[in-house]
């Protein structure tokens, strides 16, 4: 192997952790409060987002305060606030997105997903079964409580639900700006997928896995 294949091929084992370890690109300036006007003088690398002109950044532009209080609970139990920056817009570029969930007792955070991102989640107050399964069926599930964290691994389905007696609050972080989420129940009764794959998938008749359907119509 000639000396300039041997460098090239150096080069490309060095950048593999990067790779590896990298969620979303990594950011080539020190920040890209996004802009909607044309006078721009800088974007972004990934996505040629404008961004503001540096002279027009304030402080407040990389501070939130709408996860101060819980958001409308859904009928799980559910509230969750998600910080991406569409609501956010200091957390463009960076790499990262976060959620305030609050659970009322024996609400739950149903099965699902997160397809581009892993999740850290720590727990504000309460006591939550909170777990994931991994790519064998395998369950990895306990108890967290005030002050602890639990890991969800990439891509792999998870889940929580308030065990307490008073109201669980937790904050969870993603490590990708648009981390994505698919909801196990609706994907498998709310996408349309044929009924007659679902009643041989399952064992259900006909009549239940349209009873289960109308739980995830669209609410007119």
Wanted: net charge positive.
């Amino acid at each position: 192997m000639s000396p300039i294949l041997v460098a090239l091929f150096s080069v490309f084992l060095s950048l593999i952790p990067h790779v590896i370890l990298s969620s979303d690109p990594d950011p080539i300036q020190d920040f890209c409060i996004p802009h909607t006007t044309s006078n721009v003088t800088r974007t972004t690398r990934s996505d040629m987002i404008p961004c503001k002109n540096l002279v027009d950044v304030i402080p407040e532009d990389f501070i939130f305060s709408g996860i101060k209080h819980p958001g409308n609970f859904s009928d799980t139990g559910l509230s969750a606030i998600s910080v991406s920056p569409k609501t956010f817009p200091g957390l463009n570029t960076q790499g990262m997105s976060f959620v305030r969930a609050d659970l009322k007792v024996d609400g739950v955070n149903v099965p699902h997903f997160h397809p581009r991102a892993t999740e850290i989640t720590y727990v504000v107050q309460g006591r939550v079964y909170s777990g994931f399964v991994d790519s064998t069926n395998r369950v990895f599930a306990r108890i967290i409580e005030k002050g602890e964290v639990m890991v969800f691994p990439r891509g792999l389905v998870h889940f929580q639900m308030n065990v307490g007696r008073s109201t669980a609050t937790v904050f969870g972080s993603f490590n990708s700006q648009n981390p994505g989420m698919q909801k196990i129940p609706s994907i498998i009764f709310g996408s349309g997928i044929n009924d007659k794959l679902l009643e041989k998938a399952f064992g259900l008749t006909s009549k239940q896995i349209g009873k289960i359907r109308k739980k995830f119509l669209p609410k007119t």
